[in-house]
């Protein structure tokens, strides 16, 4: 099947840094990614929708200029998270869509950022 | 009002048993998808099985089968045989719209216990 990759998996930033998370799709091209939030134990938030070649759009709540997200290729999006604070610590995952397939939502491994 | 709803935030089942997870949903969309994913305490999200709302068979994946209720708006998941690994948690997932491009929204997933 299908595979995303993220990287970093984990990361430990300190407060007012900023951090980027790469979400790849590695063996299909994918026009639309999503990025996902998860608190431990929760469910999954979607935050965006990242569409190649334009803007994201972002769901209601989530701070655009904080929560910058980049989709400058079909097989590359990326989650900037600016000005990091500790509230920010969660788990992200990114999945992304491959166009041939009927129905599947493809899911990166998640990347754990930690802000101290 | 919530999309997706997971009643059972915990469940148990004694290994080698049945166990149904139970998933509502509430849209006014003719054409939908419902998925569930098993999210074990690694984090990433594996895609388990698929109903499409025309689909007039319940699926079936292995051990996995959905009880589709159209009427009832309900998906619940089937686990028969349970096995240790299979202790993990468990998102009921509904996706909008006729194609794979719409956005997934996420139930708050129900955690399951295999007993040895």
């Known amino acids: 099947g299908a595979v995303v990759s993220q990287h970093p998996s984990w990361v430990i930033c300190k407060s007012g840094t900023s951090v980027k998370i790469e979400c790849r799709s590695l063996d299909f091209q994918a026009t639309t990614m999503f990025w996902y939030r998860q608190f431990p134990k929760q469910s999954l938030m979607l935050m965006a929708t990242s569409n190649e070649g334009s803007k994201a759009t972002y769901e209601q709540g989530v701070e655009k200029d904080k929560f910058l997200i980049n989709h400058a290729s079909l097989t590359l999006s990326t989650l900037t998270v600016t000005s990091a604070h500790p509230e920010d610590s969660s788990f992200y995952i990114c999945?992304?869509?491959?166009?041939?397939?009927?129905?599947?939502?493809?899911f990166g491994p998640g990347t754990r950022l930690t802000v101290t | 009002a919530q999309k997706i709803t997971q009643t059972q935030p915990g469940m148990f089942v004694q290994e080698k048993e049945a166990v149904t997870l139970d998933c509502t949903y509430d849209?006014?969309?003719?054409?939908?998808?419902l998925f569930w994913y098993k999210q074990p305490s690694s984090g990433e999200m594996i895609f388990l099985i698929y109903q499409g709302s025309y689909d007039e068979q319940n699926a079936t994946e292995g051990r996995y089968s959905l009880n589709f209720q159209k009427a009832r708006k309900s998906a619940n998941l089937v686990i028969s045989a349970s096995q240790l690994g299979d202790s993990a948690m468990y998102f009921c997932?509904?996706?909008?719209?006729?194609?794979?491009?719409?956005?997934?929204?996420f139930g708050d997933g129900t955690t399951l216990t295999v007993k040895p």
């Open positions: 849209t006014s969309d003719q054409s939908y998808g």
């Open positions: 997932a509904m996706r909008e719209g006729p194609t794979n491009a719409g956005k997934s929204t």
């Open positions: 999945s992304a869509r491959d166009p041939a397939a009927a129905h599947e939502q493809y």
